[in-house]
Structure formats: structure tokens, C-alpha cells
């Protein structure tokens, strides 16, 4: 008796998905995928979020835990036909909203009720104001971007772009997409603090130009003017403002009376340490590969930017100093390189020591100049702090004339940090999320 031939199983449609484990498995359209980060973890890499497209042009969400996104991500490309099997369906999360229509728009009232939530990660469309951002022509740069946004006649948001956002829209800008001004930016999440509004991008976040597309057609519309200007894009690296010596009143002064919240800018201020603060500790261990701060998960280690199983760590300096300059008290933050040329001893030497290193307690009572780095990202609510890039012990009481010679360290590699209990990932990126965006940016929180 002939043996019947092998029966031909059919994939699954999305519609007839059943809840739990089985043998099915789906035909399906990889439309585009992101790394999906906890926001409430400083970033924490949790997994690869894809968007999938059937036949029936039903549309599904699928996800890749963090710990077997290595063995899959290689294999993955945006627009591919893709065969999924081995898979749980689980029921759709509160944070997925799957509609018709390409783009969730949001106006801004709804923007502001969203604000701080983290409940909804809406798409928005509006024109380009301004763009400010250091290396704004190297599309590999990945240093967090802030357009001025007008999403309505009347209303200018900010939209924080970092990571790999940051890197996109810089190549789009510098490829001749700026001749167009308006834009729908996907997947961005609503903030509020400084008393200004924010789009944070996402690892999620796309920027489409194409003027057929509806919402930018109806935008453009509204406007009732003219769109489609070359707007100015101003490089903060290019355009620093000139070393200044002042007090810590005039740091204060400075932030709080800027127009523009997106502003950098170095300084110079003399001050005495009254103490160097432990609520955060005074090191950090940081990613060999992009300096992040390494976090630590179960008994090893995890870069949450690098996302590698067989990464390596370096003990790395991270001070915060109270300083006082006679009138008014800060928070000075000083990185690796800084406390190295100031100590002449490694962090990893000092760490055997189980109270504050003897050579850190003993910087109290003694008097700096010091070289400060202005950031967006120090004056956020949770980061009132600022960065020192460059610091000295040869002071001149009677005369404050510093020498710029005579800063150690000059232009710092490391940037911001948190005053908070934790210690954001943004302090430990070599260049500023966010974040993020994170990420910045980020990173970032990022913001």
C-alpha cells in the first residue's frame, strides 16, 4: 500500500490566532522593528519590538526578549517576507493602539494630557522652526538633536531627538530633506518639565518628508501661509559661547533667564569644596566599548547601549562636589579624566578602601577654578548639576585672570549627570537620551 503524501500546512492568519503555545506559525511582512527600553530604568534594554503585516493586511506586534535578541536580530530587515514559529500569543498590551490609518496624530491638548504618563506614544506632524545640535552635518553622530516644532498656528513645541533618531534626522537634514519643512514624526513620548513641552523620540521614532502624504497635506493646509522655507540649523559645537569667568549666581542666572532651553555654553568659576557628596557614590563602572554605566544583572554585568553577554567593565571616577564660592552653593560634577589629572591615582586603585578615599575627603576646604560644561541636560528638574570639563589648583587670589593654559583637561569626552539617587546612562556617554533619548539620548531619560 503507497504511503499518502505529506499533508501541506497552511500558515495562520492573524485573525485566527489562538492565545498560548501551539504549533502554528505565520507568513507575514516584517514592517519595521525597534529596541523597546524601560524608561523607568534608565534605559534598560528589555527587547526588539516588530511590527508584522499579513496577507489579510492585518497587522500584529510581536516581541524579542532581551535575551534571545542576539540570536535573532542579525536575520532581521525592515520590508522582508518572514516565516515566525515557536511563539506565545499573548493578549495586546494597553500600549499598542493597531489602527487603519499609518499615523496616530495627536493634537496638541491631547499631547498635553499625555504629558508625563508614559501611557501613549502618539505621531505628530508640524513644521520646522529651528534646529540646534552639536555635528549637525555627520549623519554617525548620535548626540541629542532639539527642533523648535510648530505643531499648531500658534504653538512651538521642542522635539528632543537622541541615539539613533538623532543620527537619522542628521542625515536626512544634511541629504537636502531640509528643503522640506514639515514633517510627521512617529512614536514620541510627551513631556513637560522647565516649564516647557517636549517630544522625547523613541528608539521607535521615524521622520516622513513625503508631501502626498494626508497629514502632511492637511497640515500644510492649515497653515495658510508659506511652508517648505529653509529653516536655520545652528551647531552648538561651531557656535560654543566664549569661556567666561563667573560666579555661581551668574551659572544661575544664565540658565534661568536663557530664551532658549536648548542653549551650551563653558564658563570659568572660581569656588571652595565644602565636601564631596556619597549619596551617589564616587565611581562607577563603565562599558569598555561606549562608557555607559554598566548595570548589574543577577551576578555579571550588562551595557544596556551595547547589549553584549561577554562585556567588559573599567572603574571610572564620578564625584560630586558641594561647592561654595562665597555666596552661593552648587553641585559640580567631575568625570574620570578631570579627578585623574587632579588625584594622579586611578579609581581602581582606591576602590579596596571601604569609607571615601582619604585623597577625596582631603579635597574639602580647598579652592578650585574650575572649567564648567553648560547643557540642556544639567537643568532638567532631576539634574540641577553641572559638569566640570577642566579644573586647576593654581589659583591667584587676588587677580581671577586664569589662564586657559592652565585648566587640566580642557574639552571633557563625558558629559552631564544626575543629582538623583541613580545615576542616569546619559552621564556615561561620550557624547550627550536621552534619553534618549538614551539617550541621550535617549535617551532618555532621558528627559
Not at 535575551?67 to 516565516?83: D, E, M, N
Not at 508614559?118 to 541629542?144: C, F, H, W, Y
Request: aromatic share 8%; with cysteine; hydrophobic share 40%.
Amino acid at each position: 500500500m503507497a504511503s499518502s503524501a505529506p499533508a501541506v500546512v497552511a500558515p495562520t492568519s492573524f485573525d485566527d490566532l489562538r492565545l498560548g503555545r501551539s504549533a502554528q506559525f505565520v507568513v507575514a511582512r516584517l514592517l519595521r522593528f525597534w529596541d523597546s527600553r524601560n524608561i523607568k530604568k534608565q534605559g534598560e534594554f528589555m527587547g526588539i519590538t516588530l511590527l508584522f503585516l499579513d496577507q489579510q493586511n492585518s497587522v500584529i506586534h510581536g516581541f524579542i526578549p532581551a535575551a534571545r535578541s542576539g540570536h535573532y536580530r542579525p536575520g532581521l530587515r525592515s520590508g522582508s517576507i518572514v516565516k515566525v514559529s515557536g511563539f506565545e500569543v499573548a493578549r495586546c498590551t494597553n500600549m499598542y493602539k493597531i489602527t487603519d490609518n499609518p499615523f496616530v496624530i495627536r493634537k496638541f491638548e491631547h499631547l498635553q494630557a499625555l504629558a508625563n504618563t508614559n501611557l501613549e506614544l502618539p505621531d505628530v506632524v508640524g513644521m520646522i522652526r529651528s534646529v540646534q545640535g552639536s555635528d549637525l552635518k555627520d549623519a554617525a553622530v548620535m548626540t541629542r538633536v532639539v527642533v523648535r516644532f510648530v505643531i499648531e498656528p500658534n504653538v512651538v513645541v521642542y522635539l528632543s531627538l537622541w541615539d539613533e533618531a538623532a543620527a537619522t534626522f542628521r542625515g536626512l537634514i544634511s541629504s537636502g530633506e531640509r528643503a522640506q519643512s514639515v514633517m510627521v514624526v512617529t512614536t514620541v513620548n510627551p513631556k513637560i518639565f522647565g516649564g516647557n513641552f517636549y517630544l522625547n523620540s523613541t528608539p521607535a521614532t521615524k521622520f516622513y518628508f513625503d508631501v502626498n502624504i494626508p497629514a502632511i497635506t492637511q497640515f500644510t493646509a492649515s497653515l495658510g501661509g508659506p511652508v517648505g522655507e529653509a529653516f536655520p540649523c545652528i551647531d552648538t559645537k561651531e557656535s560654543i559661547k566664549k569661556k567666561e569667568h563667573v560666579s555661581i549666581r551668574d551659572l544661575n542666572k544664565f540658565i534661568s533667564t536663557s530664551d532658549e532651553q536648548t542653549q551650551e555654553a563653558e564658563f570659568i568659576c572660581k569656588a571652595r569644596v565644602l565636601e564631596v557628596l556619597q549619596q551617589n557614590g564616587w565611581s562607577f563602572i563603565s562599558c569598555t566599548g561606549c562608557s555607559r554605566k554598566l548595570d548589574q544583572s543577577g551576578n555579571s554585568l550588562r551595557c544596556n547601549r551595547c547589549v553584549n553577554a561577554n562585556v567588559t567593565g573599567v572603574i571610572k571616577y564620578r564625584v560630586e562636589l558641594s561647592v561654595d564660592d562665597g555666596n552661593e552653593n552648587a553641585t559640580f560634577v567631575v568625570f574620570d579624566r578631570e579627578m585623574l589629572s587632579l588625584i594622579k591615582k586611578d579609581a581602581a586603585t582606591l576602590t579596596v578602601e571601604q569609607q571615601l578615599p582619604q585623597c577625596l575627603g582631603e579635597l574639602g576646604g580647598k579652592e578650585f577654578v574650575f572649567q564648567i560644561h553648560v547643557t540642556p541636560f544639567n537643568f532638567t528638574p532631576n539634574h540641577r548639576t553641572f559638569t566640570v570639563c577642566g579644573i586647576s589648583d593654581h589659583i591667584e587670589p587676588e587677580t581671577f585672570n586664569t589662564k586657559e593654559a592652565s585648566i587640566v583637561g580642557g574639552e571633557s569626552g563625558e558629559t552631564s549627570a544626575s543629582a538623583g539617587a541613580s545615576v542616569e546612562g546619559e552621564a556615561y556617554d561620550p557624547n550627550p537620551t536621552g534619553g534618549q533619548v538614551k539617550d541621550g539620548n535617549r535617551k532618555r531619560p532621558r528627559e
